[in-house]
């Protein structure tokens, strides 16, 4: 099994990075392999709305020049998948975000390419807004039928310079039993899928309020 992390952090060795390693730390340990891609140094766009990946039905965002499309393939591939960001203004970092939003767009328009994966979320920061920003990277895990597992508190550590997180013994701690809880629950759903499938994915249901 593995598990793909994505460091939404312009800085490669930060307290994002940090946090995601104390996560994988616990993985590896549960004989689960990890690989981490920084997506905060990379120059992502957002979504343009162009409603190509619903048309092409290729798991492919219409946008080829970053790495977003290689990503999806990457997360299509894994077993779990860590988001971990930064807090920008109570809220997750641009690029990171703008990864989320067309990453988990193709994956919902073209079959729900995560469903039934474990995912979660965890987030740095300096003082306040560490919560909000969990709160949105859950959205997009919630919305794409995923399963998330817990910790003992809110998946957040606090530092603002780089190393400063090793500081917060509760914030590691939390990163902790979230890695040994995610180990656990991946190896609880895989054993089980032969006995127990997985329900028929249904048809994606759209209401809009104004006609």
């Known amino acids: 099994m593995k598990v793909i992390g994505f460091n939404g952090s312009a800085r490669k060795k930060g307290n994002t990075a940090g946090s995601l390693s104390t996560v994988f730390a616990e993985l590896e340990k549960a004989g689960i392999d990890t690989e981490l891609i920084h997506v905060g140094k990379e120059k992502v766009r957002g979504c343009i709305a162009c409603y190509g990946c619903v048309k092409n039905q290729d798991e492919a965002c219409t946008l080829k020049d970053d790495p977003v499309n290689e990503w999806i393939q990457k997360m299509k591939a894994a077993d779990g998948i860590l988001l971990g960001s930064p807090v920008y203004f109570s809220g997750v970092a641009g690029t ?112 809009n309020f104004i006609r």
């Open 96 to 207: 990171m975000k703008s990864f989320l939003d067309r990453a988990f767009f193709v994956s919902s328009v073209n079959g729900g390419l995560l469903r039934h994966k474990v995912g979660a979320a965890v987030a740095a920061v300096r003082r306040s807004g560490g919560i909000p920003t969990v709160d949105t990277l859950n959205h997009y895990i919630n919305y794409s039928e995923m399963v998330m597992p817990s910790s003992n508190y809110w998946n957040v550590v606090h530092g603002m310079n780089p190393g400063e997180m090793e500081q917060d013994g509760e914030g590691q701690q939390i990163m902790e039993i979230l890695g040994r809880n995610m180990a656990w629950l991946m190896k609880v759903i895989e054993a089980g899928k032969e006995q127990f499938p997985a329900p028929e994915a249904l048809p994606k249901t759209m209401t």
